[in-house]
């Protein structure tokens, strides 16, 4: 039989868990979870048939992509909107989503990751052909990890963790319930700062970034470093570091430069909150999304600037710490 004080603790410890997993993912986990956000009970939505379900597992959609998009495309203005165009952010102080933003499911897309459609992984050894599902990179059902990354995306066996509040701080959560500021400004650019782990979790599926050797002079690489220090003491590293830490100059629209572009994402690896990872320094570091939006974006492989198109913005992503 089981005491009423051991009801008690047991409930306690439930209550617990559900604090610390609603601020883990920061949505689709524990309390902000509700099963009929996805999910039918008798194959029927308010006692409705769903046109051509019901879908596998009691689905409302037929995909997961489908089921994700019917959310976050924009008519839903609580959710995070996560496909072009993506007008919920214009009133934000980045006036765009720190992921960027998908096209439509199974449209080709040089400025980002393709949903739906058979394709090579680029950046891969293995080079595997695979159709994107939202639930590559993301747990449906939450997990701990900021944004619910997965923690294997790959299927390799890893146990990645890009932790909220260690590895990834934000200025403000979400609103629960939701609504359409709250989310604006949570998802926001300039509401996300960095201190370490997101490039390892980039490279499990895109593993050849791993493998940066050294080159012939002048480039030294064969592939752009991640993860050092823009200051460190390589034979020629190339940058400028006090021009990165001023924000002045070539390549910052907020520096007085007309065909700059504003400051990039980077690392932070003395970050311990919001303000001092988002603080600019000699020794932050290049990442991966320093360069590139996780979803996509208007420019070719879902950089930050037009580097393919051209243009007078053209280099200007590169000025920022090369300052040439």
């Not at 009691?58 to 072009?84: I, Q, W």
């Not at 650019?189 to 782990?197: E, G, K, L, P, T």
Request: negative net charge; hydrophobic residues 35%; charged residues 10%.
């Amino acid at each position: 039989m089981i005491t009423m004080t051991r009801t008690i603790g047991l409930m306690a410890t439930l209550v617990l868990w559900l604090a610390v997993s609603a601020t883990a993912g920061q949505w689709h986990i524990a309390g902000s979870l509700p099963c009929n956000d996805c999910h039918v009970g008798h194959g029927t939505e308010g006692g409705q048939e769903i046109p051509g379900g019901p879908f596998s597992a009691l689905l409302k959609k037929n995909t997961v992509n489908e089921l994700c998009l019917s959310c976050h495309d924009g008519t839903d203005p609580t959710a995070p909107d996560v496909l072009s165009p993506t007008p919920m952010y214009s009133s934000s102080p980045a006036k765009e989503s720190s992921a960027g933003f998908f096209l439509s499911v199974l449209t080709m897309n040089a400025g980002g990751h393709d949903l739906g459609l058979p394709a090579a992984t680029p950046l891969q050894a293995a080079g595997v052909t695979m159709e994107l599902q939202c639930s590559n990179c993301h747990a449906v059902h939450g997990n701990a990890n900021y944004r619910n990354l997965l923690e294997d995306p790959a299927g390799a066996g890893s146990a990645l963790e890009v932790l909220l509040g260690r590895d990834v701080f934000t200025a403000r959560d979400p609103d629960n319930p939701p609504t359409a500021s709250g989310s604006a400004g949570a998802y926001d650019r300039s509401n996300v700062a960095y201190a370490a782990n997101y490039s390892a979790w980039c490279a499990s599926c895109h593993d050849l970034v791993r493998f940066n050797t050294q080159s012939a002079p002048p480039a030294h690489f064969n592939g752009h470093p991640s993860d050092i220090a823009i200051n460190q003491a390589l034979p020629d590293s190339h940058t400028d570091a006090t021009h990165w830490r001023m924000g002045t100059g070539a390549g910052f629209v907020d520096g007085g430069d007309a065909a700059g572009i504003p400051r990039l994402p980077f690392v932070n690896s003395q970050g311990t909150d919001f303000t001092t990872a988002a603080t600019p320094l000699e020794s932050n570091h290049v990442f991966c999304l320093s360069c590139h939006k996780a979803h996509g974006g208007p420019n070719t492989n879902a950089m930050h600037w037009p580097y393919v198109e051209g243009g007078s913005s053209f280099i200007s992503g590169c000025q920022q710490c090369h300052n040439k």
